[in-house]
């Protein structure tokens, strides 16, 4: 049973680049959240995709966009990169309800450090 | 708003029990997660309580009192390898039925022979 999988591992770019990073959920989840997580601190939410629509968002600029495909993986999209966006960015993925068998499980995650 | 509290730090001997402590200030309650989280890897889940009390997986248990807005992961028989950052993460009572997380900042724990 693979677990959530994302790519790449790790990216280097410049300031005002774009960027997309990839995620496969666990088997049998449909929702897939995004999280940047900055050193030392704890995941921060960017946004939550399920049936290929963006239905909750965090506190984060029109930069961070997503999308979600009919497979369920997701691309999280980040434009006009600044130095700030260097974190590790991680997808979660879970069934849509709020019970204890909706836990996310999260991927090994992408490094991005923009230089 | 939404806050979640953490020790920042905390250190402890191989084979002892450690006690970390997280409370939170939210605005209606649904239920608290605890992960663990080594250096440059994922956070991986280890527990989640939505009523109060204490509920036990192995070496680790974890604590809810709704009441206090407080909860308690509680580590036995460290290990090495139980050296890692701890996550404690409530679901966004705000957030309309979804599945949204709020984490803490973390508790690096370091464990010493």
Known sequence: DAGVTQSPTHLIKTRGQQVTLRCSPKSGHDTVSWYQQALGQGPQFIFQYYEEEERQRGNFPDRFSGHQFPNYSSELNVNALLLGDSALYLCASSTPGETSTDTQYFGPGTRLTVL | GQNIDQPTEMTATEGAIVQINCTYQTSGFNG??????????????????????????????????????????????????????????????????????????GTRLAVHP
Request: hydrophobic share 35%.
């Open chain 2, 32 to 105: 608290l997660f605890w992960y663990q989280q080594h250096a440059g890897e994922a956070p991986t889940f280890l527990s989640y309580n939505v009523l109060d009390g204490l509920e036990e997986k192995g070496r680790f248990s974890s604590f809810l009192s709704r009441s206090k807005g407080y909860s308690y992961l509680l580590l036995k028989e460290l290990q090495m390898k139980d050296s890692a950052s701890y996550l404690c993460a409530v679901r966004d009572p705000n957030s309309g039925g979804y599945n949204k997380l709020i984490f803490g900042a």
